[in-house]
Structures are given as structure tokens and as C-alpha cells.
């Protein structure tokens, strides 16, 4: 009788011996169930408008706006803030360079889905006054955010001109500590031009990958 439940164990275990080496050779994924948290831009806000001089001699006027962008930074558990100091204009060459990136990305690509919304109408006159600063300050606001919800976050701080900020930083960097910037982006329309109507005279003769055009027309000039 003990002989029998002896070699009734046995068996039991050699089976599950036998089941523990199957698995391990198949090596099968182990699912996890929580699910995979990328970075993402959770605000944008445009405060601060500043009245300052410009030019070559430096009495032209220009308002300055502080852009905080607001990224969540899953892996390290800390919301990062990025803050530019941007003016209407330069924002203005930084959409019109975004238009003309997305006219020679090739068919059925993530960036020949996007649709970009208006950007803020320009002023001729009125335009230091308090009531036309905070209707541009909100407009601009409500701009950014929808620009951010249609790129990356990596190609939306280059929008802003920050070409140096990497996934890397956005989750080492200390959300008590702003990231800032003096860079002001520069910008050379027959550079970009010139490139638009190379790729635009290429497209039919080879595959154009949309970040191989990201990288000619990059947004530090």
C-alpha cells in the first residue's frame, strides 16, 4: 500500500517537473497588469506678458509671453515644468515652418493625419493695450494646447525652440526647478524653401520618412 502512494507521488511529481521544463523552454511572456504609462503634456499655459525693447537699435516694442509646459513624468513620479519666453512673431515663423513640414510628408504617415488649428490673427494697431494683450495671452494659450495635442512631445518643444531637451530630462529633471531657455529661435525661409522643393522634386523617385525631413528642417535655424 505504501509502495503504491510512494510511486504515485513520484509520477506526480516527475509530471510536474516535466510541465516546470516545457514552460521554461517556451519561455513564455509574463503579461503585466498595469498598463505602460508614456510622458504626456498635461498642461500649457501662457502667463506674463511682458512689454520689452527690440531691434537693432533697440527701441522697437514687442510683448514677451512666459510658456510653462507642464509634462507628467510617470517613471519618476514628478511633474516636470518647461518655461520659454516667446514673442507673437517668432511663434508665428515656428507655425509657418510646422505648415511647410507637413506638406511634404509622405501619404497614409502619423504627421499626414494632423490638421493644424488657426493661429491667433496678427495686430497693426492697439496692440500694447491690456485688453488686446489678454485676448492674445488666452487665444495663444488655447493655440498651444491644441498644437500640443497633436504632435509629440519632443516635436512640440522643438515648436518652441527647444532643440536640446530630450526624453532623458524630461524625467530626471526636478519639477521644483523649471527648466528655462534664452534660445530665440532663428529662422532662414530660404533654407527651409530650398528644402521644401528638393524633397517636393525626390517624393515621386523614393520613400520620404517623415523625420528624415524633421531633420532638414530643423527648428534651431
Not at 516694442?61 to 510617470?74: K, L, N, S
Not at 494646447?145 to 519632443?154: D, E, R, V, Y
Not at 516635436?155 to 534664452?182: C, R, V, Y
Request: hydrophobic share 40%; net charge positive.
Amino acid at each position: 500500500m505504501y509502495t503504491e502512494i510512494l510511486y504515485t507521488l513520484r509520477n506526480l511529481l516527475l509530471a510536474r517537473n516535466k510541465e516546470v521544463s516545457q514552460y521554461s523552454k517556451e519561455k513564455q511572456p509574463l503579461s503585466s497588469p498595469f498598463p505602460i504609462v508614456e510622458q504626456r503634456i498635461v498642461k500649457v499655459s501662457v502667463t506674463n506678458p511682458t512689454i520689452r525693447l527690440g531691434g537693432i537699435f533697440g527701441r522697437r516694442q514687442f510683448t514677451a509671453y512666459e510658456i510653462t509646459v507642464h509634462i507628467w513624468c510617470p517613471f519618476s513620479c514628478k511633474m516636470t515644468n518647461v518655461v520659454v519666453h516667446k514673442r507673437y512673431s517668432v511663434l508665428r515663423k515656428s507655425y509657418e515652418k510646422l505648415q511647410a513640414l507637413l506638406l511634404v510628408t509622405t501619404p497614409n504617415s502619423r504627421l499626414d493625419r494632423v490638421r493644424l488649428p488657426s493661429l491667433p490673427g496678427k495686430q497693426m494697431h492697439g496692440r500694447f493695450t491690456n485688453r488686446f494683450i489678454e485676448q492674445r495671452r488666452r487665444a495663444l494659450q488655447t493655440f498651444l494646447w491644441n498644437i500640443a495635442q497633436l504632435i509629440t512631445i519632443k516635436e512640440f518643444l522643438q515648436f518652441l525652440g527647444e532643440d536640446l531637451f530630450d526624453d532623458m530630462a524630461l524625467s530626471t529633471t526636478n519639477h521644483n526647478k523649471p527648466t528655462t531657455s534664452s534660445h530665440i529661435l532663428s529662422i532662414n525661409p530660404r533654407m527651409y524653401a530650398a528644402a521644401i522643393k528638393r524633397h517636393r522634386r525626390h517624393l515621386c523617385l523614393r520613400k520620404v520618412k517623415p523625420f528624415q525631413v524633421i531633420a532638414e528642417l530643423r527648428f534651431d535655424g
